[in-house]
Every structure is written in C-alpha cells, then in structure tokens.
C-alpha cells in the first residue's frame, strides 16, 4: 500500500513538471518578434520586391530589344537629354541618311516629313521621341542641318562631312536640347513668317529653302529649348504638321 501511494505521488509530480514546460514551450513559439528580427523581415521582404522588380525591367528590356532587332525603332515616352549621354554616336560609319521630306504621308508643300502628331495627339515626351528618332535612329541629315541654321545660323545646305554630322547630330540629342522642357503647344502664325521648307530631290540630299507661310496657320508646335554654340539658349519652333518644320 505504501509502495502503491509513493508511485501515485510519482506520477502527480512528473504530470506537474511537464505541464509548465509545455506551456513556456508554447509561449515561446507565438512570442512577438523582436525589433531587430522585424528589421531583418522587412530587409528581406524589400530585398525580394527589388529582385521582382530588376526582373520585370530585364524582361521589357529584352523586348525591347528584341522589336529593335526585328526592325522597329522604339521612340520613348521621354527621353530627356540626362538620360542619353552614354549615347556614342548618333550617325555611325554606315549610316545612310534619311529623307523624311520624301517619306510616304507627307501633306504639306516643302513639309519636312509626315505629320508628327496623330489626330488625338501626342504628350511633348512622345514628340521629343519622334524627333530624335528623326535626328539618330533613322536620321535625316537635312533635317538636323535646318535646325542648327534657325540655332546657329549656319548654312542648311552647307556640304556637312560624316563626322560633322555625327559630331552635331549627337550634340544635339544629348547635350543641347532640354527635352524635359519641351511644351506641345497650339499656336497661331501669321501669313509671311519667315520658316524654312525642304524640297526633296531625287539621287541627293532634299534642298532647304528660306521661304515664308503663305496663308495664317493654326496648329501645334513643339516649342524645344536649345543652348546655341554661343552658349545661348533659343527656343526652337517646330510645326508639328509639317514634320517638324522651323518657324523663325
């Protein structure tokens, strides 16, 4: 009888010792995280979205890439001047110049181009993309020399070497233009402002001639800031529906 009740008591105390220690197990287990392991949490969650993220830019990029290749030239959003100067060049040793004066959809006498703008518009960013693109991707040497006449009063039909063109074209697009201050604007010009016009010519370069409007014009303009050779800053006035025509 005595065994039987010092085995009972056994039993109680090792029921009693167990049950605290499964409960400071528990307690344990669901305790708050501590300031430096919530650190640590939110480190590795921020980690893991920047992962998510450079992959998702690396996916676009590669189509990107991959529509180069198949034969489109992409034109940003906006590409400001900042964000082109690991630009190399823009016309290489075997680049062809382009003429957009002879393109297809040209609606205008001695327009430059095709009209710019769709029928809903573009934002001043998507204009800047069309006009570099006419200046570096797909360039049109006389489009680039009649913007350095109306800002540098050169000559736009002066003989213009590779490396002259390439040295000013790319100048252009990543230093003297202030793409992020573009402005899109409807704007009325009166008849006889002075403008340049382009006349395309078979077998050679388009010839630009000073001429002036003939009838007042309401449209839009892209009103571009350039800093001049001089170190000056002009505004450049480019009729829109006339692929980016000076108006002086």
Same mark, same amino acid.
């Given at each position: 009888?005595?065994?039987? $009740?010092?085995?009972?008591?056994?039993?109680?105390?090792?029921?009693?010792?167990?049950?605290?220690?499964?409960?400071?197990?528990?307690?344990?287990? #669901?305790?708050?995280?501590?300031?430096?392991?919530?650190?640590?949490?939110?480190?590795?969650?921020?980690?893991?979205?920047? #992962?998510?993220?450079?992959?998702?830019?690396? %996916?676009?990029?590669?189509?990107?890439?991959?529509?180069?290749?198949?034969?489109?030239?992409?034109? &940003? %959003?906006?590409?400001?001047?900042?964000?082109?100067? *690991?630009?190399?060049?823009?016309? *290489?040793?075997?680049? =062809?110049?382009? $003429?957009?004066?002879?393109?297809?959809?040209?609606?205008?006498?001695?327009?430059?181009?095709?009209?710019?703008?769709? &029928?809903?518009?573009? =934002?001043?960013?998507?204009?800047?993309?069309?006009? #570099?693109?006419?200046?570096?991707?797909?360039?049109?040497?006389?489009?680039?020399?009649? #913007?350095?006449?109306?800002? @540098?009063?050169? %000559?736009? @039909?002066?003989?213009? $070497?590779?490396?002259?063109?390439?040295?000013?074209?790319?100048?252009?697009?990543?230093?003297?233009?202030?793409?992020?201050?573009?402005?899109?604007? @409807?704007?009325?010009?009166?008849?006889?402002?002075?403008?340049?016009?382009?006349?395309?010519?078979?077998?050679?370069?388009?010839?630009?001639?000073?001429?002036?409007?003939?009838?007042?014009?309401?449209?839009?303009?892209?009103?571009?800031?350039?800093?001049?050779?001089?170190?000056?800053?002009?505004?450049?006035?480019?009729?829109?529906?006339?692929?980016?025509?000076?108006?002086?």
């Amino acid at each position: 009888m005595a065994q039987t $009740s010092a085995g009972r008591l056994r039993r109680r105390s090792a029921r009693r010792i167990r049950r605290p220690s499964a409960g400071r197990l528990g307690r344990r287990s #669901i305790r708050p995280l501590s300031t430096a392991e919530a650190v640590l949490v939110a480190a590795l969650a921020y980690l893991l979205l920047l #992962i998510g993220l450079t992959g998702a830019r690396l %996916d676009r990029a590669s189509a990107a890439d991959a529509g180069t290749a198949a034969g489109t030239v992409p034109v &940003a %959003d906006s590409r400001p001047a900042t964000g082109m100067r *690991g630009l190399a060049a823009c016309v *290489g040793s075997d680049t =062809t110049p382009y $003429s957009y004066a002879s393109a297809p959809g040209v609606v205008e006498p001695l327009a430059f181009g095709p009209p710019v703008q769709p &029928a809903g518009g573009f =934002t001043p960013g998507a204009v800047n993309g069309v006009l #570099i693109e006419r200046l570096c991707y797909r360039p049109d040497r006389r489009l680039y020399a009649a #913007i350095d006449a109306v800002v @540098n009063g050169r %000559d736009p @039909n002066r003989p213009l $070497s590779r490396a002259e063109w390439s040295a000013g074209a790319t100048s252009f697009v990543t230093q003297d233009a202030r793409f992020v201050d573009a402005q899109v604007v @409807n704007r009325t010009v009166r008849a006889r402002t002075p403008t340049f016009g382009m006349r395309a010519r078979a077998g050679a370069d388009p010839l630009v001639l000073r001429t002036r409007l003939k009838r007042t014009d309401t449209g839009r303009y892209l009103m571009l800031p350039v800093r001049s050779a001089s170190g000056r800053v002009v505004t450049l006035m480019l009729r829109l529906r006339c692929g980016f025509q000076p108006v002086l």
